[in-house]
């Protein structure tokens, strides 16, 4: 029969070494995928880690600047209630300046009424203009009662 240089078909060892190259390149495909899929979730983890350290950052940063703005909020309203109770303060102040200014009127009209009575009884003035009765209703003394009362409570 023939020798075995000779053979028309393709030989058996090339089919086997071709299909053994077919395997191998299919396992370094594989292996290739796999450490493609092994890097993305590497990555993914480090992304995350970092993700989530600058996240943190970004809330504490956030506490420190509500912390700030609520701490001028407080101090403005502290400010505003000082200007407060200052106001209020001096318009007590000026009312009570006000009541005793109307008090020494009244008591300055008193004096000078009692000295107008006790003028010699030949005076003009006292015979033809004053009478004990208009003097009673000229100079009757009402108390002044306070319309509305305030409180002032310090800081």
């Not at 393709?10 to 092994?38: N, S, T």
């Not at 609520?70 to 407060?84: A, G």
């Not at 003035?125 to 009402?142: I, K, N, R, W």
Request: hydrophobic share 40%; proline share 3%; with cysteine.
């Amino acid at each position: 029969m023939g020798s075995k240089c000779c053979k028309s078909g393709p030989d058996k060892d090339a089919q086997e070494k071709e299909k053994l190259k077919r395997l191998h390149e299919k396992r370094r495909r594989a292996r290739a995928k796999a450490a493609g899929k092994i890097q993305a979730w590497w990555r993914g983890t480090l992304v995350r880690r970092t993700l989530l350290v600058a996240a943190l950052r970004a809330w504490m940063i956030q506490i420190w600047w509500r912390t700030v703005l609520w701490r001028r909020v407080l101090k403005w309203r502290q400010d505003l209630l000082k200007i407060y109770v200052i106001q209020e303060e001096a318009a007590v102040k000026l009312q009570s300046w006000v009541r005793m200014l109307q008090c020494h009127r009244r008591y300055c009209r008193m004096c000078n009424t009692l000295c107008i009575l006790q003028a010699p009884e030949g005076c003009f003035a006292f015979q033809t203009f004053c009478t004990s009765d208009s003097l009673q209703e000229q100079y009757e003394v009402v108390p002044n009662l306070p319309e509305f009362h305030i409180e002032i409570l310090s800081v």
